[in-house]
């Protein structure tokens, strides 16, 4: 069954930091609450650890009302960015301070409790480190006493709040993998906070979109890429790029060329927002009936080929990414001008109020490239 949470809103004062949220984590699942900073995903994992209480809606945990529980009887484990780990005491007494302060009726006794933090310590591949002070550590193993730390209470529910946050990107890397290993081999439901795209898409099996302490998007990575439900969700998880177009009867017309749209209902009162991604800007041979566009310059990353792209009509340069073989076949240098193809554009329709009425992904006509994406859709807000 798992958690429901059901339509929670915290206010501090006037501002409102969570808005009617509503989410179900099913039991064992890994869920990334991802979104920018201040959108309110700190507010709801306190909420979660008994460290705040909402001003209304209800969180249930298999039938059993969880906010009327004290924070030490939720059974939850708590990381967060800053390694809270007790200075004076070594690796190992950190670690058995989670037992240590279960309640005395649970509370294991002394040769448990080493026997315990052996283990745990086995788990997080700390073994032999237990004598050592924090301080004797790198920041990756000082998380990962804290997960350690975490984990004793043999916790129902994992949050962690940016755990790898103060990290540096190549141990974030590893220590992402690593805990995914660990989720799939102990399966404790568990709740990630994180304000980084790769991080949640990667490791959740689930993602909340967060914003304004609103959920714009829950879905599974490849969900929220192929089909964002929002403008908003767009932007922050595909780098969608607005474009101008319009919708007119049953085309959308976008840099001169007119696409049919099928099951699209937009009126002249609907806003129409295009996007492209810069993965779906593809290089065209010259001559094409592509959209001109001016290469101001280009950037290798890795294997890929990042090109700011001027275009007409757009204020803001285009962001496009290419690989290096298909940019290679093209030879383009900054200054030149070259043809692009859009390969998918995501349309949204929003009323008055900025409720998406009709959402779509077409594929234009003039793409020559196989494209993969799902059947045209008309999605209900
Ligand atoms: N105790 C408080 N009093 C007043 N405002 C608060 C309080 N706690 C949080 N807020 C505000 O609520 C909003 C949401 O905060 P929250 O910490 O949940 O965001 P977040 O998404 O976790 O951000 P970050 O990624 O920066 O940690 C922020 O604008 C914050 O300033």
Redesign the pocket.
């Known amino acids: 069954m798992g958690i429901e949470i059901y339509r929670l809103r ?1 206010q ?2 006037a ?1 409102v ?2 808005d009617d949220v509503s989410l179900t984590i099913g039991d064992g699942e890994f869920v990334a609450v991802l ?12 909420i979660l650890a008994g460290l ?1 209480q909402p001003d209304a809606g209800s969180v249930y945990r298999d039938g059993q009302d969880l906010l009327a529980l004290d924070a030490r009887r939720r059974g939850v484990g708590l990381v967060f960015q800053h390694y809270a780990l007790f200075p004076h005491m070594t690796v190992a007494q950190n670690v058995a301070f989670g037992l240590r302060v279960r309640p005395w009726r649970l509370r294991p006794k002394a040769a448990v409790i080493k026997a315990g933090v052996e283990h745990l310590l086995r788990q997080v591949e700390l073994e032999g480190f237990a004598d050592r002070y924090p301080s004797q550590l790198s920041g990756g193993q000082r998380q990962r006493v804290a997960l350690a730390r975490a984990l004793a209470i043999e916790p129902r529910l994992l949050l962690l ?2 755990p790898f946050g103060a990290l540096d990107a190549q141990v974030r890397v590893n220590l992402r993998r690593w805990l995914r290993e660990f989720h799939r081999s102990l399966g404790i439901t568990t709740l990630f ?1 994180t ?1 980084d795209q790769d991080e949640a898409l990667e490791m959740a099996d689930r993602v909340v979109v ?1 914003n304004r ?1 609103r959920i714009e998007q829950i879905g599974t990575p490849e969900q929220i890429y192929r089909q964002p439900a929002t403008p908003f969700a767009s932007r922050f998880i595909a780098r969608g790029q607005s474009l101008p177009g319009e919708v007119r009867g049953q085309h959308l017309h976008v840099f001169g060329h007119a696409w049919r749209m099928e099951n699209f209902v937009a009126d002249d009162a609907h806003e129409i927002t295009v996007h492209v991604r810069p993965e779906d800007i593809a290089l065209a041979p010259v001559q094409s009936d592509g959209v001109k566009a001016q290469l101001l310059n280009l950037r290798h990353v890795a294997g890929t080929v990042r090109a700011s792209l001027r275009v007409e009509n757009r204020e803001e340069p285009l962001e496009a990414e290419w690989n290096e073989r298909d940019w290679a076949r093209h030879a383009a240098t900054a200054g030149d001008t070259v043809d692009i193809h859009l390969l998918a554009l995501t349309v949204f329709a929003t009323d008055e109020e900025g409720r998406i009425q009709a959402r779509s992904t077409v594929h234009p006509p003039h793409a020559s490239f196989p494209v993969a994406v799902g059947p045209w859709r008309r999605v209900e807000a």
């Open positions: 915290r501090y004062g501002f930091a969570l979104g920018p900073s201040g959108s309110g995903k700190t507010s709801l994992l306190r705040d709040d940016e906070v304000h967060m302490g």
